[in-house]
């Protein structure tokens, strides 16, 4: 990220620079069950790939009355929403946004047990109805396959939709 321009020309502005800037949230496409599903031009790569190997599985995030939740977008599956959630793997059936991985301004960092690396922005992903915050990470689970998911400082890991259920992954995962 540049600095901001520096000159001696004129009086400062009348407003301070923030201590701190807003994590990222990267460009989001608004999609509902029955969206015509983008092209790559707008999605871009996906980061991972299901069981199979083959199908793609975008980042996402769902959106719910009090709370947006990280998810896995899955256009293979009859409701390709899929939200960790109460110890399962939710459809969701209302408004969702995919997030394009861009690897120009994106990356993966490792992690574990809800910390966020030091000196890292991670990505917004949502919020729980308690404002707490959540970002957007992916695990990999037993069967060897990583699977986008949510993580935050409260939860203690990473979680993801997989199989019908939601799998925590404590340790060893990453983070956008």
């Known amino acids: 990220m540049k600095e901001d321009c520096k000159t001696d020309k004129g009086p400062p502005p009348p407003y301070q620079t923030p201590t701190h800037r807003p994590p990222p949230s990267g460009i989001r496409i608004p999609l509902q069950l029955n969206s015509t599903f983008p092209n790559l031009t707008h999605t871009k790569a996906p980061p991972c790939y299901d069981a199979d190997g083959v199908s793609p599985v975008f980042l ?17 599956l009859p409701n390709p929403c899929r939200v960790p959630y ?24 490792r992690t574990s047990l809800g910390r966020i690396p030091h000196n890292r922005d991670p990505v917004a ?50 983070i956008l």
Not at 63 to 76: D, E, L, N, T, Y
């Open 60 to 76: 996402g995030s769902a959106i719910f009355q009090r709370s947006v939740h990280p998810c896995k977008i899955a256009p293979h």
């Open 86 to 109: 109460g110890s399962a793997e939710v459809e969701h059936h209302g408004r969702y946004d995919l997030l394009p991985f861009d690897p120009e301004t994106m990356e993966w960092v």
């Open 125 to 174: 992903g949502g919020y729980e109805e308690s404002g707490q915050h959540l970002y957007h990470a992916m695990g990999c689970v037993d069967s060897g396959t990583w699977v986008p998911g949510k993580t935050g400082e409260h939860l203690g890991g990473c979680h993801v939709a997989f199989g019908g259920g939601e799998e925590i992954i404590r340790n060893d995962y990453e």
